[in-house]
């Protein structure tokens, strides 16, 4: 009895040091927002007018991740924001295109991690880079600075990433611009811009830091 009651508690700890160890806690949970003929004809649509590209599907190839916060301060209400096809209330940004904002990947402030559309899935989150670019929002603002959960949720997401596709930068929204001389740059309209101040450069700096292995290519300097 005492030689079951050692080996069952062996058993035990041996499940728990897994369930416990760093590549065990990463995860990845499914919460796709619509993905209708709507929003792939608009998808293709923008690929075409913003980008110059024509394509039979609304699909990338990824080299770049780019880092969001979303200034919403919940999962839900953000789901609801990029749920519907077509976009609502953003004047900056109709008159690019109607198709909604959205992004593959979006990271709660525990560091839990929803893929709300695939991986090689457009998404409309970037000027000029969408079509190669993954984009991770991430729950926050100013106000509600990206947390350390968040931090190590981004290390672990890029990756898999990584793993997965050639991706040579990890760009913060905020440094998007910096690459308009560069070749990757694709937007017809030479006056469409939108200022943006998200994750910063703190969490970016603190990020590329964990990914330094990685060898990732430095964002260019305008």
């Known amino acids: 009895m005492h030689r079951k009651i050692l080996q069952f508690g062996l058993v035990l700890s041996t499940l728990f040091s897994v369930s416990c160890s760093p ?3 990463f995860r990845i949970i499914d919460k796709p927002i619509t993905w209708n003929d709507e929003r792939e004809q608009l998808s293709l649509q923008y690929l ?3 980008h110059g590209l024509e394509k039979p599907s609304a699909t990338i190839e990824p080299q770049m991740v780019v880092v969001h916060w979303t200034a ?3 999962i839900e209400v953000t789901f609801d924001v990029f749920n519907p096809p077509t ?3 953003r ?5 690019a295109s109607n198709l ?3 992004s593959q990947f979006l ?3 525990d560091g839990t991690i929803f893929r709300l559309l695939p991986d090689t899935t457009f998404a409309r989150h970037i000027i000029g880079l969408n079509y190669l670019a993954i984009g991770i929002e991430n729950i926050g603002s100013d106000e509600m600075p990206l947390t350390k959960a968040q931090l190590k ?4 997401l890029i990756r898999h990433l990584k793993r997965k596709f050639p991706i040579d930068y990890v760009i913060g929204h905020h440094e998007y611009q910096n690459f308009q001389t560069t070749d990757l740059w694709k937007e017809t309209d030479p006056n469409y811009r939108t200022v943006k101040s998200d994750p910063g450069d703190k969490f970016m700096n603190q990020l590329r830091k964990k990914l330094t292995d990685l060898n990732l290519k430095p964002v260019p300097k305008l």
Request: glycine share 12%; net charge neutral; proline share 0%.
């Open 87 to 89: 976009l609502g209330g």
């Open 91 to 95: 004047a900056d940004l109709t008159g």
């Open 107 to 109: 990271i709660d402030r």
């Open 48 to 50: 075409k007018d913003r």
């Open 23 to 25: 590549k065990a806690t």
């Open 72 to 74: 919403i301060s919940n």
């Open 153 to 156: 949720a981004n290390e672990q």
């Open 100 to 102: 909604n904002v959205s």
